[in-house]
């Protein structure tokens, strides 16, 4: 097992050192190499704010639709009252909350059926126009990201946690009462749903405003046994009207170019409508926390069985062709497990009942993670470590953007498992030269950490 002396030390790449590629995927694999490097990111800059839709916003009608929308959009994105809006339910990097949620609301809602964009600060939507005559009952939700706000204080770093954030918005919808989830439709499709221009057109189109990429959907209520028949209707309804021009929009950095770039490589991987998945829905019955992530220490090591439950959540939750999942213990027999699926366990499952655990690799990977994940050391003394792994140095512009968003989805199901088992957790979503496989001795380059989830007992807090 790796050990903190085992940490590759290998030099920074540059966009020569990424494998070409014929397709469109050049952008996406540079991006993400130099997010993977040890290249330390350049100085902060503006993050610019937040789409200004010009249309008078809506309050949303409580108790209205199945689910109510106003109770899932209030238990997932809405930023609580009275706060800044800086720590929401959904986690984000650096607090800097870069997706956008835009409804295409059918029939039956809290609203007059149309396309919104939604406002989590005040908990209002902004009408973009009327909907087509024949969209089911229900709600879609189309997630964009507004690349400016993370590369503003990450950089370089920015490409992969832009993704793993929308993955945790989708967790987060999907927690609070959405009933399907899509990681992987065409951006074009999506953004037509929506009513916005393509990303790589976006500045073309709307001159002065900042360009949204769309990276995923989820459905409410009815609209979630249509989704994909609801989704390709609104995408031939025809654009919506714009957000206000904003003069920083023309202000744009080398890094946040080559994001944008790689983001449009993503979502013109996939020309297809997209795979849906069934949420298992849960309505959130408790007021939603200021603050999901708990700061660390997150010390106290899980008991096995409990473990064991988180770490089957975010493996169930992965679509299949999602990255792998196990975590890093301490303690006396320190190792990486991973869930016994063949029933191998190594005497993780509690009185025979539950999912099992199994020893993948022998010794403390703590150290090397804490390394590995920007140097935040107290990694290091962390209770466990949930980490995604996969998305080969060599992954498409669609692996990569499959992979990222699957990890952010299933680790923001896992997080919800972890808090309702008594565990304080915090994400962990930026790792350089983290080949986790060469690490345990796999041939280099195919198996990355894409995302962790550092967990602790509450009583330890």
């Known amino acids: 097992m790796s050990t903190t002396n085992d940490v590759p030390t290998s030099d920074v790449p540059s966009p020569h050192d990424v494998p070409s590629s014929t397709t469109t995927d050049q952008a996406a694999r540079t991006s993400l190499a130099m997010a993977r490097s040890g290249a330390v990111p350049g100085p902060e800059t503006p993050a610019g704010r937040a789409a200004v839709w010009t249309s008078p916003a809506q309050p949303l009608t409580v108790g209205a639709g199945r689910p109510d929308l106003d109770h899932v959009l209030r238990h997932s994105l809405a930023a609580p009252e009275g706060t800044n809006g800086r720590l929401r339910p959904a986690p984000s990097a650096g607090a800097l909350h870069p997706v956008n949620a835009h409804l295409l609301m059918g029939p039956g809602g809290p609203l007059p059926a149309g396309r919104y964009a939604y406002d989590p600060l005040t908990h209002r939507a902004h009408p973009r126009g009327a909907a087509p005559g024949d969209v089911p009952d229900g709600t879609l939700v189309v997630l964009t990201v507004h690349a400016r706000r993370t590369v503003s204080h990450y950089g370089h770093r920015a490409l992969p946690l832009l993704l793993l954030d929308a993955g945790h918005a989708a967790a987060a919808l999907a927690r609070a009462g959405a009933a399907a989830v899509c990681l992987d439709a065409d951006g074009a499709l999506l953004s037509a749903a929506a009513g916005l221009p393509r990303s790589a057109r976006w500045r073309r189109t709307w001159p002065g405003t900042e360009p949204q990429h769309p990276l995923a959907a989820v459905a409410l209520g009815p609209a979630a046994d249509h989704a994909e028949h609801a989704l390709r209707r609104w995408a031939a309804w025809g654009p919506g009207p714009p957000p206000r021009p904003e003069p920083a929009a023309g202000r744009v950095s080398p890094v946040l170019a080559q994001t944008w770039r790689a983001l449009d490589d993503m979502t013109s991987a996939a020309a297809r409508p997209g795979e849906w998945t069934p949420t298992r829905a849960h309505l959130a019955t408790q007021p939603p926390p200021s603050r999901r992530s708990a700061p660390p220490p997150l010390r106290g090591a ?160």
């Open 302 to 461: 899980p008991a096995p069985e409990v473990l064991a439950r988180v770490l089957a959540r975010a493996a169930d939750a992965s679509p299949p062709g999602g990255p792998k999942w196990c975590a890093a213990v301490g303690g006396p027999r320190p190792a990486l497990l991973e869930l016994a699926r063949d029933g191998a366990a190594d005497g993780a499952r509690e009185h025979g009942r539950g999912p099992a655990l199994r020893r993948l690799a022998s010794g403390d990977a703590r150290p090397t993670l804490a390394v590995w994940a920007a140097g935040q050391a107290w990694i290091a003394d962390a209770g466990a470590v949930l980490l995604a792994y996969g998305c080969p140095e060599a992954a498409d512009a669609g692996r990569v953007r499959r992979e990222h968003l699957a990890a952010g989805y299933a680790a923001g199901l896992a997080q919800y498992a972890a808090t309702e088992l008594g565990l304080a957790s915090r994400p962990v979503g930026s790792w350089q030269q983290a080949d986790l496989g060469a690490a345990l001795g796999a041939p280099p380059g195919r198996d990355w950490i894409v995302h962790g989830l550092a967990m602790g007992r509450d009583d330890h807090q």
